[in-house]
């Protein structure tokens, strides 16, 4: 316990539960005790079964396929807790879903983003914490404080210690000009220059290449992206910057693996030599793919929520 008084505890839905058990393990915690089941009509059962009053509780559900019913799963532990008179309400939201619906881009669309971070807010929830928000702007989506983990970070450790840092044969590359900040950032901590996909979206899950910003002839390259789905813009990317652009090889990263569709034939028939993906969204894939390499995110996830338990600043995991 710290100086507050109040005991750390952790629970966790269905969405992901090998990852909220790693995160335990990293705490030295036994998971909290409850199920989350379905009443045959297919409504939300939660069930607590050791009390949170005063506690500090901390909720890990990711809002991945199938989607819906996570959500509702997370609102209602949310909501079971609050009404449990816990302490302070943390939810851990490793893949933060309807994150892509953050604008009005054509007229009459909604803004889901903002209706899911109400919902989130009126359910009881104190915190959020997440990893790669689509559009950073959603934090201010929230009426509560919202923590962006940086998936980033971990492969950045990883790159730099496979390529090494300042590898002049090895580039950065962002799929899009959307995702620019977050591949410069990218680079500077490998020490590398960057280059941008320059793209057009018709309409949902389909894209066309224009042209690629920079010179990535005959370099490694490296695509940082945020999320895959059908995995059409980042498979369309790689071919672009090798058929386009004279690239060596592709090698591509990217924070949650949605996979949905046909991602996994796409990948399998891509350029890309290996694709890294973290474990905020579980893999389930219909056809095994020997090229996707995931990459834990417990240490960074447990690391938060321990800072957040202790009252310590975040902004300092990613200093170095």
Same mark, same amino acid.
Do not use: W
């Given at each position: 316990?710290?100086?507050?008084?109040? %005991?750390?505890?952790?629970?966790?839905?269905?969405?992901?539960p090998?990852?909220?058990?790693?995160?335990?393990?990293?705490?030295?915690?036994?998971?909290g005790?409850a199920?989350?089941?379905?009443?045959?009509?297919? %409504?939300c059962?939660?069930?607590?079964? %050791?009390?949170?009053r005063?506690?500090d509780?901390?909720?890990?559900?990711?809002?991945?396929?199938?989607? *819906?019913?996570?959500?509702?799963?997370?609102?209602?532990?949310?909501?079971?807790?609050?009404?449990?008179?816990?302490?302070?309400?943390?939810?851990?939201?490793?893949?933060f879903?309807?994150?892509?619906?953050?604008r009005?881009?054509?007229s009459?669309?909604?803004?889901?983003?903002?209706l899911v971070?109400n919902?989130?807010t009126?359910?009881?929830?104190?915190?959020?914490?997440?990893?790669?928000?689509?559009?950073?702007?959603?934090?201010?989506?929230?009426?509560?404080?919202v923590? *962006?983990?940086?998936?980033?970070?971990?492969?950045?450790k990883?790159?730099?210690?496979?390529?090494?840092k $300042?590898?002049?044969?090895?580039?950065?590359v962002?799929?899009?000009?959307g995702?620019?900040?977050?591949?410069r950032?990218?680079?500077?901590?490998?020490?590398? *220059?960057?280059?941008?996909?320059?793209?057009?979206?018709?309409?949902?899950?389909?894209?066309?290449?224009? *042209? +690629?910003?920079?010179?990535?002839?005959? #370099?490694? @390259?490296?695509?940082l992206?945020?999320?895959v789905?059908?995995?059409?813009?980042? @498979?369309?990317?790689?071919?672009?910057?090798?058929?386009?652009?004279?690239? #060596?090889?592709?090698?591509?990263?990217?924070?949650? $693996?949605?996979?949905?569709?046909?991602?996994?034939?796409?990948?399998n028939?891509?350029?890309?030599k290996?694709?890294?993906?973290?474990?905020?969204?579980?893999?389930?894939?219909?056809e095994?793919?020997?090229?996707?390499?995931?990459m834990?995110?417990?240490? +960074?996830?447990?690391?938060?929520?321990?800072?957040?338990?202790?009252?310590?600043?975040?902004?300092?995991?990613?200093?170095?």
């Amino acid at each position: 316990m710290i100086s507050h008084g109040k %005991e750390l505890k952790v629970f966790c839905g269905n969405s992901n539960p090998e990852l909220a058990e790693d995160i335990c393990a990293q705490l030295f915690l036994q998971m909290g005790k409850a199920t989350v089941t379905q009443f045959a009509d297919g %409504e939300c059962s939660i069930s607590v079964y %050791e009390p949170v009053r005063g506690n500090d509780v901390f909720i890990i559900q990711s809002t991945c396929n199938r989607v *819906n019913d996570n959500l509702m799963e997370l609102l209602i532990m949310i909501d079971a807790m609050r009404r449990a008179s816990a302490g302070r309400i943390t939810a851990v939201i490793p893949y933060f879903g309807y994150a892509r619906q953050d604008r009005k881009a054509k007229s009459r669309d909604p803004i889901s983003a903002k209706l899911v971070a109400n919902l989130i807010t009126a359910a009881g929830a104190d915190r959020v914490l997440t990893m790669d928000l689509h559009a950073a702007q959603i934090q201010g989506f929230f009426d509560i404080p919202v923590d *962006n983990l940086q998936g980033a970070y971990i492969f950045s450790k990883y790159y730099a210690k496979f390529f090494g840092k $300042g590898n002049e044969n090895v580039m950065v590359v962002s799929p899009d000009v959307g995702s620019t900040a977050r591949a410069r950032a990218f680079a500077m901590k490998l020490g590398v *220059n960057l280059a941008i996909v320059d793209k057009r979206r018709e309409r949902a899950n389909q894209s066309e290449v224009k *042209n +690629i910003i920079g010179n990535v002839e005959g #370099k490694t @390259c490296i695509l940082l992206d945020d999320i895959v789905d059908t995995a059409g813009s980042l @498979c369309g990317a790689a071919n672009a910057i090798v058929e386009i652009g004279g690239a #060596k090889e592709v090698y591509a990263c990217a924070t949650h $693996g949605v996979l949905s569709g046909p991602a996994i034939e796409r990948i399998n028939e891509s350029c890309i030599k290996e694709l890294r993906l973290l474990d905020t969204i579980p893999y389930k894939p219909a056809e095994p793919c020997d090229k996707i390499k995931y990459m834990s995110t417990a240490p +960074i996830f447990a690391e938060a929520i321990r800072r957040v338990y202790e009252e310590v600043s975040l902004g300092s995991m990613f200093d170095n």
